[in-house]
């Protein structure tokens, strides 16, 4: 009734067999099936629908609180769930999405996601390929990986090229979050429930709503909130701070982490629940160590966006700095392959990046101390370093900018863009 009023056009099987009759005989949008049916189950019914009609999602209709039948079917390709009783705005809110698959609503967005996440390696284009396939689905994503090697880009693609592309893309970082503030910043809180809520407020479910929460860090956010985060991805629904009542959301669950959340869940310091609940599908990005045919494509893109943001000539990599960047071990990943070129960017001369100005590590498999990777992230270190180094050639100079820029071997304009980037008074 609910979606005939949607103007939509429905047809009912009483089981199986004459789901199966109806699919061979009629092109379908989408297709609902409860779990349990007189001549099989729904998974069954997914499967048959998975491999012989792969552009119809599923969605499972599920028992309240039976958590493991809705997981089941997403991990066997349901687009998503629905639990009894039915929410009637939620099950709207889910076929207008799911139709967008359908009607190409998405086509605006879907440019080659090899011009978004680069690389030609045999990994990348599996990984660029399996992107296409989470998009269409509204399951929770585990995307794993070591720090820098470009999660948060794989969750946006993720997000951009499914059918919430036109609504919020919510990143928060778990661990930038004070503890004591948590819950507001999830969940929202209303006016008077603690000491300076001063007004209503919106938390990031909200913020998100419709669209995609991606929750990075996610193994360093503590127990209370782990069990809080549970209640509100399983519901579908948030209780803000002071509030008598839950608020329904809809959001598409994207979370990560550099650590490994299968070491934490045997140590207890990460909830099985929660990591059974967010880790449907797993997407492991692969650091640069592994994708080192890569490194040649990903210098030239970063070289030419600098160059572009400061407004000079994009300089050329000589062959040996080019060779010591294939040997480096990169223990930051891309991120710090970005920073490498941006520190030598500033220091090289003649328009050419020599192997110096990259002022690499002379052990490259035995570094990793040397920079405090768990302590500090990697372009604050190194922003650290060029800011000092710029700040002692300032005050070497008397602040003569012209002198300053002799002293440490750059141009003025490449001191400028230097001070700027670093908010170098």
Known sequence: MTLERMDIIVHTAADMDAAKKQLACNEYDLCF??????DGDGLNLIKHIQLHYPNTPVAMITAHGNMEAAIAALKTGAYDF??????????RNLVTTALKLKHGETSQVERRSRDTLLGESEQMRKIRNKIVKLARSQAPVYISGASGSGKELVARLIHDKGPRADTPFVPVNCGAVPQELMESEFFGHKKGSFTGANTDKAGLFQAADGGTLFLDEVADLPLHMQVKLLRAIQEKSIRPVGAQT??????????????????????????????????VI???????????DDIPQLADHFLTKIAQQAGLEKPRLSNEAREALLNYSFPGNVRELENILERAFTLCEDDTINKEDLQLPADTH????????????????????????????LEQSKYNKTAAAKLLGISFRQLRYRLKKLGID
């Open 282 to 292: 797993e997407l492991r990005v692969p650091g640069l160590q592994e994708r080192k």
């Open 82 to 91: 629905v639990s009894k009783p039915v929410d009637l705005q939620m099950l």
């Open 366 to 393: 035995n570094h990793n101390h040397d920079i405090p990777m768990d302590d500090q992230p990697l372009d604050s270190f190194l922003g650290d370093q060029e800011k000092e180094a710029i700040q002692k050639a």
């Open 33 to 38: 099936t409860d779990m349990k049916l007189p």
């Open 246 to 279: 839950e608020v329904p959301v809809d959001v598409r669950i994207l979370s990560a982490t550099h650590k490994n959340l299968s070491q934490l869940v045997e140590a207890g310091e990460f909830r099985q629940d929660l990591f059974y609940r967010i880790n």
